[in-house]
């Protein structure tokens, strides 16, 4: 089977040339760590960063630094810092994404298309059939950590995502090879706290917030 396009040579110069025109347009020592796919949530592109010296950001900051990166990458990708870039992450954070799944209409999910749409889903079904997943299960992320890195790629599908009280089926953790790629497979139980995460997204960028800045300030009650 030929390489997944989440994986493609193309698609990971192409990443990489944009993330490194971000890091030196910012007046900020960072660096790529990964980037993250997500088939079944509007084929997004989502960059992940963190600091080369290891420092701390307020919320404050990180709203400024990724609003910036957000104009920077264009509409075709989504940016987020890593948890480690922040001097405090409330414990509570699973529990914050599913009061945001439960508040927040799914209205503002709005998935435009963008270039990346269409290969991005035949990799969901190319994945979804090697795995022979029921039509119920979703390919959550295919996380891909930038050539630099001693990460392995891992795929992540939510099983039975029509649960939600964590009740399925949980599949015990496989290794799946496409195209000549060592994939690591992790199959997730369902809650709201994914969609929630996504929704918190289009809210975080609407605000100019950090993404981890709004859900860790979200009002719970």
Not at 120 to 127: F, H
Not at 144 to 154: A, G, K, L, N, R
Request: net charge negative; glycine share 4%; hydrophobic share 40%.
């Amino acid at each position: 089977m030929n390489a997944i396009y989440s994986t493609s040579s193309a698609l990971q110069d192409r990443i990489i040339e944009t993330a490194v025109s971000m890091t030196a347009a910012v007046a900020q020592s960072i660096r790529p760590v990964e980037y993250i796919i997500l088939p079944d949530f509007g084929q997004r592109i989502i960059l992940r960063f963190d600091f080369l010296n290891e420092r701390k950001v307020s919320f404050e900051e990180a709203d400024r630094l990724e609003a910036q990166l957000r104009s920077l990458a264009g509409p075709e990708y989504w940016v987020t810092l890593t948890g480690s870039c922040y001097q405090h992450i409330p414990p509570d954070m699973v529990q914050r994404q599913i009061a945001i799944d439960r508040k927040i209409s799914p209205e503002i999910l709005q998935f435009a298309p963008t270039r990346h749409s269409e290969p991005i889903r035949t990799d969901a079904q190319r994945i979804r059939d090697r795995l022979q997943l029921s039509g119920e299960d979703l390919v959550w992320e295919i996380e891909i950590p930038v050539p630099s890195t001693t990460e392995e790629p891992v795929i992540r599908i939510i099983k039975n995502a029509k649960e939600d009280n964590g009740q399925s089926d949980k599949r015990q953790p496989e290794r799946l090879k496409i195209g000549g790629m060592d994939f690591a497979v992790d199959f997730l139980q369902n809650d709201p706290s994914f969609v929630g995460l996504v929704k918190a997204y289009f809210m975080a960028e609407q605000r100019r917030m950090a993404l981890a800045s709004y859900v860790a300030q979200f009002e719970m009650g």
